[in-house]
Structure formats: structure tokens, C-alpha cells
């Protein structure tokens, strides 16, 4: 049985974006917001790698990075340890997070700016659901 | 210095994501419920809930490096990046700044099309109280909106 649960699934759907952060090998740390944490499979997710930016240097040289991410249904948050492992510039995974990413770009805007390079492979250490981040739907006024 | 036109953008609202490091350099994330730039236009409070910050508070005793994103849904983005200066508990004025961000920050995401169902329970349902406002020293600006200039510093 793999680190991430089937219940994380819809969070890795692209719908709510997810955040990132990484650290340098000089002790930066950096955040950032990407369209989607993708799931490959019980133990690895995929970020995409569209421009060679800070997250891309920082875990080639530090490979550890979280990504807190929104399950769109329920609303729920979860925090991912990942590990940096390899990118992969074909196969499944990079025409399957390609497809995705087209799609999103086409639903906001960002076509043609939003580009796959490549699918970063990280490994997930651990998977962790927020229990006490969110105030009872009911208790909202809507 | 924050530009004039960068404090408005923060203050705008938009969403905000922190990032804060250990020792043995782990990062970690921390979201965030409101921010103001404070007056000197040189440091910036952010508020962020207690059980969250609880996470950090080592990183920031230990070695005070924040990064902090700021991004509107038109995808325009930034990133500040600086020392941690303090941290106190929120008072009366800090929880009315997240209460008009809060209420800013749906009335944004409904101009942008995005379905009231989802946007009221995204944003109204992030615990946002009891928390702990954050100040650091802003000594760094990048770009972070997508696209080819992502990341350069402009400050």
C-alpha cells in the first residue's frame, strides 16, 4: 500500500491550484502556485516543469519540497512531503499531464504561456490531511 | 521599498502562500488569510492561523527566512522574499483586515466567473481565527507571473 489514499485524488484533479515550497542549497526558501499536483501513482506525483524557474533549480541541488493541495469536493487540505526523483520529457505520465495542461491553459487564458518541458517525478514521503483548517460549511453564510 | 503600486496589488486582495525553511533546510508551507504592508513600506504583516504557525515558529527562531507569494486570479503574481521581524497574536483591527479580505476576495473571484457554490466555501471556510500575525522585512521582489519573465527581480 502506497503513501497517498484514494481520498486524495480529487485534490490532484488540477482544480484548485496548489502551492509549493522549495529551499535552496543557500537556505532560500521559495513558494510558489501551480495549476496541479499530478497523481502517477500511490507513492509519486508529477509537477510540471514549464519554465526553468527557482523550483526547478532548487530541487535539482535540495531535493525536498512540500505541496499543500485542495480537494475540490470536500475542500479539505493536504500536506505532501515529496522528495525530488527524475524528470521524464516523454511517456504516459508527460502526454497525460501535457493533455491537462493544454486544457487548463485553454480554460484560463494562458494558452500558448503554459507549456509542458517536462514532468518532474517526485517521490512522496508522506501525505497528511488537515484536520483543523476549515470552518463547517454549515457555519458559513451563504 | 515596496512600490505604491505593489501595495495595492497586495492589499488587492490576493491569495498568499508562505515559505519558511528549517535547519536542515525542509521547507515548509504555511497559508495565509490577509496581509497588510505596513507603513515604512519596508516590512509586511501577514496574518496566519494559530495551528498553522505553529508548524514554523522553529523555522522562524531559527533562521527567519520567508518567502512569501502574493497572486490575483488573472494570474499576475510576486514574490517577496525577507526576514522575519516579530510575531504577536492578532488583535481587533487584524481580524477586521481579514474580514474585508476575506469579503474582498469572494467579490474578486465572482467577477472572475467563478461559480459562487465553490468560491463561498473555498474562501469563507478557510479558518482564518484564532491566529498570529507574522511581520519580515521585504529585502527581495520577484516576478512570479507565468511566462518567460517569471522570476526576475524587480526589487
Known sequence: MGVLPDEIKPAMEGVIPSHVVTCSLDGTPNTTVISQVYYVDADHVALSFQFFNKTIKNVRENPHAVAWVTNPESLETWDLELEYDHSETSGPVFDAMDMRIEAIASMTGMTGIFKLKAADIYRVKSAAKNTDERIPLAAIDK | ?155
Not at chain 2, 527566512?65 to 504577536?88: F, N
Open chain 2, 1 to 155: 521599498m515596496i512600490s505604491e503600486k505593489l501595495v495595492e496589488f497586495i492589499h488587492g486582495p490576493v491569495f498568499m502562500a508562505l515559505g519558511t525553511r528549517n535547519e536542515k533546510l525542509r521547507p515548509a508551507h504555511t497559508f495565509v488569510v490577509g496581509a497588510i504592508v505596513n507603513q515604512d513600506r519596508e516590512t509586511l504583516t501577514c496574518f496566519v492561523s494559530q495551528s498553522r504557525a505553529e508548524k514554523i515558529m522553529g523555522n522562524l527562531e531559527d533562521n527567519g527566512k520567508i518567502a512569501l507569494t502574493v497572486g490575483s486570479p488573472s494570474h499576475e503574481s510576486y514574490q517577496l522574499k525577507g526576514h522575519y521581524v516579530s510575531l504577536r497574536p492578532t488583535d481587533a483591527k487584524d481580524v477586521a483586515i481579514q474580514e474585508i479580505y476575506r469579503t474582498k476576495l469572494v467579490a474578486l473571484m465572482l467577477q472572475y466567473g467563478y461559480p459562487e457554490q465553490i468560491v463561498k466555501p473555498m474562501i469563507l471556510g478557510a479558518k482564518y481565527q484564532p491566529a498570529v500575525a507574522i511581520t519580515f522585512r521585504v529585502e527581495e521582489i520577484f516576478l512570479q507571473t507565468p511566462g518567460p519573465e517569471a522570476g526576475k527581480k524587480i526589487a
